[in-house]
């Protein structure tokens, strides 16, 4: 039998320098997912990309009436059947979405020496560079490195490359504007008034995260991931990427891979979208999968209430016959982000740390 060439177990620094490695054929074991393994019927990959929900944004801005509604009841049914969707005609330039993930592939290239001066310590540091998800609490790793970058209600960026910091506030401003369009359509589908979400999570002052993933090709990708099973914190959660697949959600017990249409934008509903509505709209369990051929880069906007909100299923839902009670703590929106980001993801486990029985 043919020899590992690559270590056994090896200390992350990152992945980038792993994957770049002389004559690496094997990942090494700190690497490997034992749920690679599994076959299961019900979580086999299939491509069902052509059914996934799509909104079309020009309908839900529209001064027509019929239009609006029609792209409210959209919204209605993915957030209820699917809690991801894509949107189209958002009016984001397409040039600008190049610009954020050109940008990202040369951050991720940049010398070692000049990244690592972005390394993070904490979870609520402004700018942090890091590899897998939490090195600190994992004993396997993901094949992933990323940037994390607190862009509302304060900017902040890396100062390297140049334009990075200008390009990544212009597009992060034209997608906060898109996240509360989405997220007032979403207020109406429960029942409320439109501006009801935005004034009870004081979205004025919400906190938006870009975060920049770069997934290297991988010798052996059927035995690692990219990232694990996980729904994400906040409310709605914006991607774009190169045009390399690797992204699937979960739907009806499989896992489905995601086809972006052109120049879209992926849309995923958070935990705190699922607290909010009490239930009504769960929150997405996705991953990513990783390939043996091309680098994937990724650029994720996670759009959430402001730090200090203490987040609580809607006041008026609660007050309706069939929703008598709240089936999730009240807990402010900081203090879940801290738990969650310490810790390991695995699917929805933190949100069902604050969810009550229902008797």
Known sequence: ??????????????????????????????????????????????????????????????????????????LTKACQDWGFFMVVNHGIPENLMKSVIDCTYEFFNLPEEEKHKFTGKHVLDPVRYGTSFNTC?????????????????????????????????????????????????????????????????????????????????????????????????????????????GLQVQHQGKWINVNALPNSLLVNTGDHLEIFSNGKYKSNVHRAVVNNKVTRISVVVAHGPSLDTIVRPASPLMEKENSPSAYYIPMKYKDYLEMQQSNQLNAKSCLERVKIPRS
Request: aromatic share 8%; with cysteine.
């Open 1 to 74: 039998m043919e020899e590992a060439t690559a270590p056994l177990v090896v200390k992350p620094s990152n992945i980038k320098e792993l994957a770049e490695s002389p004559d690496l054929r094997f990942i090494p074991c700190n690497y490997v997912h034992d749920s690679c393994y599994s076959n299961s019927s019900d979580t086999n990959d299939i491509d069902d990309s052509d059914s996934i929900p799509i909104v079309d944004f020009s309908l839900l801005t529209s001064h027509d009436s019929h239009q609006r509604s029609t792209a409210i009841h959209h």
């Open 137 to 245: 609490k994992e004993n396997v790793f993901f094949w992933r490195d990323f940037l994390k970058v607190f862009v509302h209600p304060h900017f902040h960026s890396p100062t390297k490359p140049q334009l990075y910091g200008d390009i990544m506030l212009e597009y992060s401003e034209k997608l906060r504007e898109v996240a509360r369009k989405l997220l007032g359509g979403i207020s109406e589908s429960l029942g409320l008034e439109e501006s009801y979400l935005d004034k009870d999570l004081e979205l004025e002052s919400g906190l938006q995260i870009f975060v920049g993933n770069y997934y290297p090709p991988c010798p052996q990708p059927e035995l690692t991931m990219g990232m694990p099973p996980h729904s994400d914190h906040g409310l709605l959660t914006l991607l774009i990427h190169n045009q390399v697949g």
